[in-house]
């Protein structure tokens, strides 16, 4: 069974940066498409970005182009999501999730098969 566990998470004034971590353990991470999501309280959850299985492939939700950046390194099962220039509305649980069907860097929610717990990441006006 996959398991994957995010950490990184915490509060910050806007303008700064965060980096988050997700692990991953008990399957081939490499075979993996993974991706970051994001959940504000009462919103539904939403797409923020993914990575193809080498790294090499990476797509982002619109408007967060040029402030975050997804990457991965497979020697270490980990995927990153380095967060720049914060604003209060990034203020989100984010989670990590895994697409075992390498059918592209895909966006929606129901299509990803592994989920992490989540990391919850505050920014201070």
């Known amino acids: 069974q996959v398991q994957l566990v995010e950490s990184g998470g915490g509060l910050v004034q806007a303008g700064g940066s965060l980096r988050l971590s997700c692990a991953s353990s008990?399957?081939?991470?490499?075979?993996?498409?993974m991706a970051w999501f994001r959940q504000a309280p009462e919103k539904e959850r939403e797409f923020v970005a993914a990575?193809?299985?080498?790294?090499?492939?990476?797509n982002y939700a619109d408007s967060l182009k040029g402030r975050f950046t997804i990457s991965r390194d497979n020697a270490k099962n980990t995927v990153y999501l380095q967060m720049n220039s914060l604003k209060p509305e990034d203020t989100a649980v984010y989670y990590c999730?895994?697409?075992?069907?390498?059918?592209?860097?895909?966006?929606?929610?129901?299509?990803?098969?592994?989920w992490g717990q989540g990391t919850q990441v505050t920014v201070s006006s």
């Open positions: 990575i193809g299985r080498k790294g090499i492939g990476t």
């Open positions: 008990g399957g081939t991470f490499s075979g993996y498409i």
């Open positions: 999730a895994a697409d075992r069907s390498g059918l592209g860097l895909r966006t929606r929610v129901v299509l990803y098969d592994y």
